[in-house]
């Protein structure tokens, strides 16, 4: 294989598509480690996410694992590369966190977990990046990391105990178990729990859904959580937002209106 073939093949193991509605999804392909993340396959999901932040037109982002095994099993641990060890780690990982993506707080579009198997360490931790979490029936979350002396450094443990009860995220994380999607579904960490086969459907339905609401509306109420969810409320009033500000002054609240008055759908396309 040729260099240029190798690099190909490399980047084909995470693939961006965005389709005429600026809907993106991004594929982990490496289904040989269950999606397992090496360096270079963090690198190139940087590089996707930075290009989709930048990318206004950008109405949703759909991440998903290719195959039916696996969103992504965590660190490709065999290749070595992906995580520094113990105290080299602490305080001096990826600032984005697991995959470009778990502690990511600049992406302004909502990002939607497509779990279609398991979803392990830094997979789970890039499922705790996501805005909305839709899992196939067959799905199963985990912070594994303590079975091997590990711990779950990009964002896992406080982000577990901040989405759902405090007793529930200290049984997962104390005993790294594996949890199933209907589980997790009653703990509220996942939206929506749906047979395999159908699960492209569902997550087809949430875009759906969010692609009725006002694009400069939605960013705003992204950034607005991005930037002022650890304040209080008082304080999150005072806060500098500028997607606020700029769907404030935009025209789509205006088309909203009148269309609600005129009785048809808003025509967002427009307004752009």
């Not at 600026?22 to 480690?33: C, E, G, L, N």
């Not at 839709?134 to 711990?151: D, M, T």
């Not at 875009?207 to 209080?232: D, E, W």
């Amino acid at each position: 294989m040729t260099d240029t073939a190798a690099t190909t093949a490399r980047i084909d193991e995470v693939r961006l598509t965005i389709d005429d509605r600026r809907v993106a999804t991004v594929t982990i392909d490496r289904q040989h480690v269950l999606n397992a993340v090496d360096g270079r396959t963090l690198a190139r999901l940087n590089e996707i996410w930075a290009q989709l932040e930048a990318d206004e037109s950008i109405r949703a982002v759909i991440v998903t694992g290719a195959g039916e095994r696996a969103f992504c099993a965590g660190a490709d641990m065999a290749a070595g590369s992906v995580e520094k060890t113990g105290l080299e780690y602490w305080g001096d990982g990826d600032p984005n966190g697991f995959g470009g993506l778990s502690l990511r707080a600049t992406l302004d579009v909502p990002v939607i977990a497509q779990v279609n198997g398991y979803a392990l360490g830094g997979g789970m931790e890039m499922v705790l990046g996501a805005d909305i979490v839709v899992a196939s029936e067959n799905a199963q979350f985990a912070l594994p990391e303590p079975r091997v002396g590990r711990l779950a450094l990009d964002g896992g443990i406080p982000n577990l105990v901040r989405r759902i009860p405090y007793t529930q995220a200290m049984g997962i994380l104390l005993t790294g178990r594996k949890v199933p999607a209907a589980e997790m579904a009653r703990l509220g960490l996942v939206n929506e729990v749906v047979p395999l086969s159908d699960l492209p459907d569902a997550v087809e339905r949430w875009v759906a859904q969010i692609l009725l609401c006002a694009p400069s509306s939605v960013r705003a109420v992204k950034q607005i959580v991005n930037r002022t969810g650890h304040l209080t409320a008082a304080e999150a009033r005072n806060a500098s937002v500028p997607a606020l500000v700029a769907s404030l002054a935009g025209s789509e609240q205006h088309e909203g209106v009148r269309a609600f008055q005129e009785k048809r759908m808003p025509s967002w396309a427009e307004q752009s």
